[in-house]
């Protein structure tokens, strides 16, 4: 009986797979909304109140997106000063919705590769892969690995679609 040779391995790729990018924490969103006054704008009074008294704490663990789901007059001060308090309170928040704060996610967890792991490497991004935002993370992907990699490939191994090569130097 013949060994069976896993010739993918043996060829000195390495595999992607977007799913390793995908964002873990939960999140939760802060609707800016719940403060307008006559559901129109935000007054700086009130609102610094709330901003005072509201507690805090139960946002610890969890990932913040701050937005407003109406269309109102959010004065930028007002994002400020929530991630301001979150972030006393040790909370990660962004402003952005749900595919806003994903997609930061996604963007902190590839710039926290470690490129020496991939210098002249030879990549495949795998073409089907559980991310919200495949695109996003991908072009990301390239953004972050191309400037140390010799190529990049998008798919399975047994069928990629080459996306990326180095010239050879002179």
Not at 81 to 95: D, N, P, R, T, Y
């Amino acid at each position: 009986m013949s060994e069976i040779v896993n010739k993918i391995k043996q060829s000195g790729l390495i595999q992607m797979d977007l799913a390793d990018f995908k964002p873990k924490e939960e999140i939760e969103l802060f609707d800016l909304k719940e403060n307008l006054w006559q559901g129109i704008a935000l007054k700086e009074k009130d609102f610094r109140a709330f901003i005072k008294e509201n507690d805090w704490t139960k946002y610890q663990g969890k990932v913040i997106g701050v937005y407003c789901s109406v269309d109102a007059i959010i004065p930028t001060w007002a994002f400020m000063l929530v991630i301001s308090k979150l972030q006393e309170h040790g909370v990660i928040a962004f402003v952005g919705d749900q595919d806003e704060v994903e997609k930061q996610l996604i963007l902190a967890n590839i710039s926290a590769i470690d490129l020496n792991e991939y210098t002249d490497g030879r990549l495949i991004i795998k073409g089907c892969s559980d991310v919200a935002h495949p695109a996003f993370a991908m072009t990301e992907l390239v953004k972050k690995l191309q400037p140390v990699v010799k190529s990049i490939m998008y798919g399975e191994p047994c069928s990629t679609v080459p996306v990326y090569k180095k010239k050879k130097s002179l």
